[in-house]
């Protein structure tokens, strides 16, 4: 299996300096701290969780229900990455997942435990164990 690399520098203090991040051929660009704590332009780390664990998780759901003998449409994962200030810092404390598939065939009960399963087995999230992972799933 291939070994998958970014890297980032940052330049500066916190609130003044800045970064450049670089992700293989997807993305190329600066982080700030507005791009992290407020609306600045640029990504930050929580967004490219959010993008890990969304895509992840769309396609390990669309493999537990196709095993499951079921054909996916359409699967489509949104993720929220929260970012709070604790006592010791910082912390990312929970994320929640909300997927919506299109999967013909299926009744709800048999799609949510595949959607939770899924949820706890899915390579980024058991990478992001120590993290509260919430779910809402919607079968359309």
Excluded at 72 to 92: C, N, W
Aim: hydrophobic letters at 40%; one cysteine or more; proline letters at 6%.
């Amino acid at each position: 299996m291939p070994v998958r690399s970014a890297e980032a520098e940052w330049k500066g203090n916190l609130l003044e300096g800045s970064g450049h991040m670089k992700m293989g051929n997807s993305y190329d660009g600066p982080f700030t701290f507005k791009s992290r704590m407020e609306d600045g332009p640029g990504t930050n780390p929580e967004e490219l969780i959010a993008a890990a664990h969304s895509g992840c998780y769309s396609m390990a759901l669309s493999a537990g229900l196709t095993k499951a003998g079921f054909a996916p449409k359409r699967v489509h994962t949104k993720a929220s990455v929260h970012l709070d200030k604790v006592p010791e810092g910082f912390s990312i404390m929970a994320i929640d997942l909300a997927t919506e598939a299109e999967v013909p065939g299926i009744d709800n009960a048999k799609f949510q435990e595949i959607a939770e399963a899924t949820k706890k087995g899915c390579p980024v999230s058991r990478a992001l164990a120590g993290t509260k992972i919430n779910l809402q799933a919607k079968l359309v």
